[in-house]
């Protein structure tokens, strides 16, 4: 039986192709610089091929190189699944959660669901990261974090989801504005024009392009913002008018005695709130019992914590 690689050595290899600098991969993987090295010649000498194109100035992957980085990924992500599959024996009542979530979701969700959880399930222990969805699907597939909880429609085929439950948009504007004066809006034309939207990457800008048919808008320098929080002082400061998630609003988020926050008229637009994991993830109990506390959690008004009697 030939020698494979380890899997110590296929992490120098993915530690370098990022940062593509020795000395920083080092520091990366907790290691030497001299012992990354051996490490990575040992690997090319296994294999019979250089996998990285070295000098003084620079450090670049060869085409094969890459291509194992891209299948290292792959490899670790399973040897990390297994370990995960050892740990989860005894259920979804203890052990670590990785989750990532997308910051249109986070400061509105994620509260009320950690206070179920630790009451539900006080040995599970959540480890958070907040980014755009395609950045955490990407570390979801490298096997840095188990669960994404982010909205759809977005392409997550590779993936396992289950939806959650429905987060109707709603428009926002000063409380004088004329456009705004009815119950209930219709997504006229008017309005459209003067909805402020959220910089690319937010899965958010999409949903709204989409409810306003213009998909394959794209940016086009005007003014744009960052965070639902930043879009909500723009319309505040009269830019212009906003759609945000009703769960923003059930939160506050424009509660500002300045501004006005409107239903939308069918057809409604909005996103479905939904938990994705990988395909071949170890952890569905976890899955399940964080998917549940996420929509009793969602059930309960602002403000308001679980009762004893529930519990």
């Known amino acids: 039986m030939s020698f494979l690689p380890s899997l110590k050595q296929l992490q120098y290899l993915i530690a370098l192709s990022e940062h593509l600098n020795f000395n920083r991969a080092a520091q990366a993987c907790f290691v030497t610089?001299?012992?990354?090295?051996?490490?990575?010649?040992?690997?090319?000498?296994?294999?019979?091929r250089r996998l990285v194109e070295r000098d003084r100035q620079k450090v670049l992957m060869t085409p094969l190189g890459t291509e194992i980085v891209r299948r290292a990924h792959t490899v670790l992500t399973a040897a990390q699944d297994l370990v995960d599959l050892a740990a989860t024996d005894g259920g979804a009542e203890s052990g670590t959660l990785r989750v990532g979530v997308i910051p249109t979701i986070a400061p509105f969700l994620l509260p009320k669901t950690l206070l179920f959880l630790r009451r539900r399930h006080p040995g599970l222990r959540l480890v958070l990261r907040e980014d755009l969805s395609a950045n955490l699907l990407a570390r979801m597939e490298r096997g840095q974090i188990d669960f994404a909880l982010l909205a759809l429609p977005y392409d997550t085929d590779k993936f396992m989801t289950k939806a959650l439950f429905e987060d109707p948009l709603w428009i926002v504007g000063g409380k004088d504005d004329p456009l705004l004066s009815e119950e209930n809006v219709k997504l006229t034309p008017r309005i459209i024009?003067?909805?402020?939207?959220?910089?690319?990457?937010?899965?958010?800008?999409?949903?709204?392009?989409?409810?306003?048919?213009?998909?394959?808008?794209?940016?086009s320098g005007e003014i744009e913002a960052t965070s639902l929080l930043t879009l909500v002082e723009m319309v505040h400061s009269g830019f212009g008018l906003g759609l945000i998630p009703e769960m923003a609003v059930k939160n506050g988020l424009a509660s500002d005695a300045e501004l006005v926050v409107r239903p939308v008229i069918e057809p409604c637009p909005s996103r479905t709130i939904a938990i994705a994991a990988r395909r071949s993830t170890p952890r569905l109990a976890e899955m399940e019992a964080l998917a549940d506390a996420i929509c009793e959690s969602h059930l309960l008004p602002c403000g308001?914590?679980?009762?004893?009697d529930a519990r």
């Open 33 to 48: 610089q001299s012992t990354l090295s051996v490490g990575l010649k040992e690997l090319e000498n296994l294999l019979g």
């Open 193 to 219: 024009d003067r909805l402020l939207l959220l910089e690319e990457g937010h899965c958010l800008r999409d949903h709204i392009l989409f409810a306003c048919n213009k998909p394959d808008r794209k940016s």
């Open 304 to 308: 308001v914590e679980e009762s004893s």
